[in-house]
């Protein structure tokens, strides 16, 4: 298993600002992602972070609004950029720990008014 | 990316057994099933994995017949604190998670 913290665990923040949530994990890792879970729904993926590569992506999540860093094998950054309040959301870090199986953090609690 | 398609929602009671069915009719060869467990502002917990027939833990067990194109989760004599959600996924790194399952333990 592994134990994966995040920060903040909520924020509440204006439009048109930006927030960064942190992802730490206490043991190395190569896969982390990222997802999405607006109220009420189910989870989406929203990018896939290998360390030493550039953040995969799904289909309706761009870069420039969700740029991610992952600068070692413990730790990854996600920013909502230019936030509105559709954003609104929980967003999940999880890392693979063996074949098919993902540990997830707690979660950040974002809302933006 | 297997499409899995499971009830929206089961209501039990205190002690009962509760058996969650999966569909996933084009599971690929080397895709493994795992269901998780949410409860309100948590994220996911695994709680089970398998490839092929039975599959038990401390927690749940797991049954997959010999085509593969089912699942279902198993957990035994639940209690008021097993009411959550429960997803099923199958293969690949990138999970997909449908709507799940929002299993409710009533007294």
């Known amino acids: 298993s592994a134990v994966i913290s995040q920060k903040p665990s909520r924020d509440i923040c204006q439009r048109g600002t930006s927030l960064t949530i942190q992802c730490q994990v206490d043991s190395q890792v190569t896969m982390m992602f990222w997802y999405r879970q607006q109220p009420g729904q189910s989870l989406t993926l929203i990018a896939t972070a290998n360390q030493g590569s550039e953040a995969t992506y799904e289909s309706g999540f761009v870069i420039d609004k969700f740029p991610i860093s992952r600068p070692n094998l413990t730790f990854s950054t996600l920013t909502v950029s230019n936030m509105s309040p559709e954003d609104s959301s929980i967003y999940l870090c999880?890392?693979?720990?063996?074949?098919?199986?993902?540990?997830f953090g707690p979660g950040t609690r974002l809302l933006v008014l | 990316l297997a499409k899995t398609t499971q009830p929206i929602s089961m209501d039990s009671y205190e002690g009962q057994e509760v058996n969650i069915t999966c569909s996933h009719n084009?599971?690929?060869?080397?895709?493994?099933i795992t269901w998780y467990q949410q409860f309100p502002s948590q994220g996911p917990r695994f709680i089970i994995q398998?490839?092929?027939t039975k599959v038990t833990n401390e927690v749940a067990s797991l049954f997959i017949p010999a085509d593969r194109k089912s699942s279902t989760l198993s957990l035994p004599r639940v209690s008021l604190s097993d009411t959550a959600v429960y997803y099923c996924?199958?293969?690949?790194?990138?999970?997909?998670f449908g709507a799940g399952t929002t299993v409710t333990v009533r007294a």
């Open positions: 084009n599971i690929a060869t080397n895709d493994y």
């Open positions: 398998g490839y092929k």
């Open positions: 999880s890392v693979e720990v063996r074949q098919e199986t993902q540990y």
């Open positions: 996924l199958v293969g690949a790194y990138k999970l997909s």
